[in-house]
């Protein structure tokens, strides 16, 4: 699904909605950028924004062309921008496979801007009494939290705003992570046999991810 068609109603999904409020012609880093699909899709409902990415592994096929790409380990590095360089920065579903969040928080801290915001999803507790998917659909996509063998531990929104906070960053808001379009299309498809896409819309719909988004003092 482009975003381009959701550039006059970001509402409709909370991570557009973020992206939506960057400043025009603003500085967008993606931590934890995994497939790069989320963030062309950022590319497609802000083409203005300069579009910047880290990731633990090489450069993935999926990220746009014009993004500026850093190959590095947020538990341990410095990453290689001055201080103050960004608007905002996301990272979705990356803190719950970190050991340590220290080396996370400072460099979050470091590279906003004043002013500048973050955008920080992961699992709810939700996730934890979640139903696996079973027969033909086990392993198609993560349920429970512990389907994912790669995940560390849950974090909760409670202990990011207490980081957030121990970095000097103010705590905005937080709350349900959504798209409202995958959300209602649960109720059909749950009239026709089970599949990713049936799977994908439970999540949104029962709220399977949290998030919280804070700003730099």
């Known amino acids: 699904m482009n975003w381009k068609g959701w ?6 999904d909370t991570r557009a909605a973020f992206v939506a409020a ?15 699909s989320t963030l062309a899709h950022f590319a497609e409902l802000r083409p203005d924004l300069r579009l910047h990415a880290v ?6 096929a ?19 921008w001055p201080a103050s360089t960004f608007d905002a920065i996301t990272c979705m579903h990356v803190v719950e496979h970190l050991h340590d969040l220290g080396n996370f928080w400072k460099e ?33 996509t993560t ?8 995940h560390v531990r849950p974090v909760t929104i409670g202990a990011m705003a207490q980081a957030a906070r121990s970095v ?11 798209n409202w379009l995958f959300a209602l ?7 026709v046999p089970v599949s990713r896409k049936r799977l994908v819309a439970r999540l949104h719909w029962t709220g399977w991810s949290a998030y919280l988004i804070a700003s730099k003092i």
Request: hydrophobic share 35%.
């Open 108 to 140: 979050v801290s470091r590279l906003l801007r004043p002013g500048g915001r973050i955008y920080i999803e992961t699992p709810s507790p939700k996730s934890l009494v979640a139903s696996s998917a079973t027969g033909k659909m086990a392993g198609q």
């Open 62 to 80: 999926g990220a746009p062309s014009e993004v500026e790409f850093v190959v590095a380990d947020l538990e341990r590095d410095t990453l290689p």
């Open 185 to 191: 299309a649960y109720w059909p498809l749950r009239l």
């Open 22 to 36: 960057v400043r025009r012609d603003g500085a967008l880093l993606d931590l934890g950028t995994s497939d790069g």
């Open 55 to 60: 990731d633990i592994a090489p450069r993935p």
């Open 143 to 150: 349920q429970n939290f512990w389907d994912d063998p790669s």
């Open 168 to 178: 000097n960053l103010r705590v905005e808001t937080a709350g349900t992570s959504r």
């Open 7 to 12: 550039r006059r109603v970001p509402w409709i």
